[in-house]
Every structure is written in C-alpha cells, then in structure tokens.
C-alpha cells in the first residue's frame, strides 16, 4: 500500500484536491477533520487546550471559537507552539492507528492519501512514500481566504507568514500541483499524477 501525502499552505486549494480524490473512490485521511473531531464538547484534548490557552477560546454553548483561537495563537508564538504540541501528538496518533486499520483490511488498498497541511512540520513526510504540494501564488492564496472565511488581509498574511515556507514546501515534494488557475486545470494535474500510481 502506497502511501501519498498531501499538503499546501493556506488558501492553496489544498482541500478542493482532497474531495476530487474522495469523489474519485480514494481513501484520504484528513488531518484537519480529525482536528475538528478531536475538540468536540468536552473532549480531553478540549479540556487541555481550554487549561492550557483560556476559557476565551470556547463559545457559550462550549464549542471551540477557532476564529478567537486564531487570534490568540497566531499572534504569540509560545501559545501557537502549546496549541500545536496538544493538537498533533493526538492527530498523528489517529492517522497512524487508521493506517494500521488499512493495512490490516481485508480490501486492498492500492493507495491512500493523508492531507495534512502540516505534513512537514509534524514529521509525517517521513511516514508517507510521496508527497505532492498543492501550490498557487500568494494574491491567489489571500484572495480566497479572504472570500471564504471572511478575514483581514493582515490575518491572512500572518497566518500565511506563520506556516514554512512556500518555495521551502515545492524544493521538498515529489510532485508540486499548480493551483493558480482554475479547477478544470487542477483536476487534469490530478488525473495525470493518478496515472502514475
């Protein structure tokens, strides 16, 4: 069983990658939706993070308000790097039992993808066979942000400014997709990457 990583920077498109190869049949595990699953009300690793950051980063009904965890942490480096410690132990922990469980499946998995948008920095490159960045250019990558969750340009550009580097991410891939275009674009680099599996 082959084993693809996938990732990109914020605003890159990395996600609309991610549903093209889930509508196509392939298995993907989402870093990012196990982020979202692991903080649900009154999980552990909420009730760590809540100790760890503050009770401002919850809603009233007690559901974890990213948009004011996102201001605290990407504006203090020591509490990103708290956020982060709680966070990925957990999620790599998750990815790596879900790889075992396909491994151990009686359907044969040619390949399986792990979206992670932090696939370097978590080590996970080196637990996956290869690795594909999804990459578009920064005004394309603020602009979409900025249109779908309504941020300032200036956040954007920090959280943009906190993740590695772009050009640090493509010299590190076996296979860079160019999404500064449009989708009908991207799906043909998928489709021409698929044919190589």
Known sequence: MKI?????????GKSTVSD??????????????????????????????????GSDILEEDGNLNRKKLGSIVFSDPEKKA????IMHSR?????YEKVAEFRE??????????DAALLFETGLD?????????DADEETRIKRVME????????????????MDRCEKNKMANEI??????????????????LKI
């Open 148 to 163: 779908r969750d309504c941020l300032t340009r200036d956040d954007i550009i920090n959280r943009i400014s906190s993740q």
């Open 82 to 85: 708290v956020l982060d410690k």
């Open 105 to 114: 499946s009686s359907i044969n998995h040619k390949v399986i993808f792990i």
């Open 126 to 134: 080196r637990f996956v066979n290869e690795i594909w960045v999804v």
């Open 20 to 53: 093209y190869l889930i509508e196509n049949g392939f298995e993907v595990l989402d870093a990012d939706k196990i982020s979202r699953e692991i903080v649900m009300p009154g999980s552990d690793t909420l009730i760590e993070l809540t100790s760890a950051l």
């Open 177 to 194: 997709l160019n999404n500064s275009g449009n989708r009908e674009e991207l799906y043909t680099q998928i489709e021409k990457l698929l």
């Open 91 to 95: 999620i790599l922990e998750i990815i």
């Open 4 to 12: 693809i990583g996938l990732t990109g920077g914020i605003g890159t």
